[in-house]
């Protein structure tokens, strides 16, 4: 079984989390520049075997696209094609960063580091990647029922 590799995507970095091999627990992987971002795919998914990919879905509270749609719709095109055979999946993907930066201020990170925006992309990627599987792994019991 490959991992499920989690991208928060953004105008200048992009936080990257990804499961373990058997698909039961998300982990902060990194966080790269959007301008290296293929490269470090294409690098990544040449040493792991990846099942899937979680792109974030920016939505606003009406659930209606955000604006950054506008960035993120050419960035999945181009991730379709550079890895047509890995199946790319959108996770609505608000509150995420809210979220990580309440981990970070309960971890007890000092005030330096609770403002690296780094750090905050790497936890909503695993924040997104660890919802996502809560949801498949609830679908899949309900479904065997």
């Given at each position: 079984?490959g991992r499920i590799l989690a991208i928060d995507y953004g ?135």
């Amino acid at each position: 079984m490959g991992r499920i590799l989690a991208i928060d995507y953004g105008q200048k970095r992009v936080g990257i989390a990804v499961t373990d091999s058997l698909q039961l627990i998300a982990n902060g992987l990194t966080t790269v520049s959007t301008d290296t971002l293929f490269a470090f795919l294409k690098a990544y998914t040449e040493k792991e075997n990846v099942d899937e990919f979680i792109v974030g879905l920016p939505k606003q509270m009406n659930n209606t696209p955000s604006e950054s749609m506008k960035y993120i719709s050419p960035f999945i095109v181009g991730l379709k094609n550079k890895f047509p055979t890995i199946p790319v999946t959108l996770v609505d993907e608000r509150f995420t960063s809210k979220m990580a930066q309440q981990t970070i201020l309960e971890s007890g990170i000092n005030k330096k580091n609770r403002n690296n925006k780094a750090l905050i992309d790497q936890i909503s990627a695993t924040i997104l990647l660890q919802s996502y599987l809560e949801t498949k792994s609830y679908n899949q019991y309900t479904n065997n029922k």
